[in-house]
């Protein structure tokens, strides 16, 4: 008799491939941000990555924390790349919450900080862009510092891109944050 593979076997193996197939193709938009290549040999840390990814290549829930220690320790520029592309991916207002409320604006800060010090605008703009993108927690903001970094980038003469992109995230947080403080005094009242 032919043994039928159960659903489960067949789903796992299917989000295996599946994941390989996002990663990859997150490892071909990145090469535009670090000028890299295809992802030949994969590190521990890309694998560990594959698998923290749903079917759009986004971030899954339960795998916030594991993300935020991975980002923590990963220097490369293209794999941050990827990274970048993996939150940009990240749909589910829930899980872009979290990675906020678990210091993922402080990660990202430090991760504009390098690029700044390493010369790379291409990593800057991606960072600068994800912050832009992400749910705006007045503590988390409060709490990484990242204000400095960019009042900073804001008043820097050297890159006026780099200006332009930093003021754009400020002034989109200070329009949400006072979204919000209008609602919480409507809901007060």
């Known amino acids: 008799p032919t043994r039928t593979p ?12 599946m994941a390989a197939n996002i990663a990859m193709e997150a490892s071909l938009e990145a090469t535009s941000i ?14 560990a990555l594959v698998h923290m990814l749903d079917d ?4 899954l829930l339960k795998q916030v924390e594991s993300f935020l220690v991975l980002m923590a320790r990963t220097k490369r520029p293209m794999l941050r ?16 919450e979290m990675f906020v409320a678990r210091g993922g ?18 990593v800057m703009s ?23 970094v960019l009042t900073k980038l804001r008043k820097s003469e050297e890159d006026p891109t780099m200006a332009a992109l930093a003021l754009e995230v400020v002034t989109t947080w200070q ?3 006072k979204g919000q403080k209008l609602s919480a005094g409507v809901a007060e009242a």
């Open 126 to 148: 991606a960072v600068l862009l994800s912050l832009k993108e992400l749910p705006v927690i007045k503590s988390q903001i409060t709490e990484s510092e990242i204000g400095k």
């Open 81 to 96: 790349g990827t990274m970048l592309e993996v939150l940009k991916r990240t749909r589910k207002s829930k899980t872009r």
């Open 6 to 17: 159960t659903p489960t076997a067949i789903s796992a193996a299917a989000a295996e491939q």
């Open 105 to 122: 604006i402080k990660v990202l800060k430090n991760w504009l900080t390098d690029s700044q010090k390493e010369s790379l605008p291409e």
């Open 56 to 59: 759009s290549g986004g971030l």
């Open 34 to 47: 670090t000028g890299g290549g295809l992802v030949t040999n994969p590190s521990r840390d890309e694998i």
């Open 175 to 177: 329009v949400v944050m």
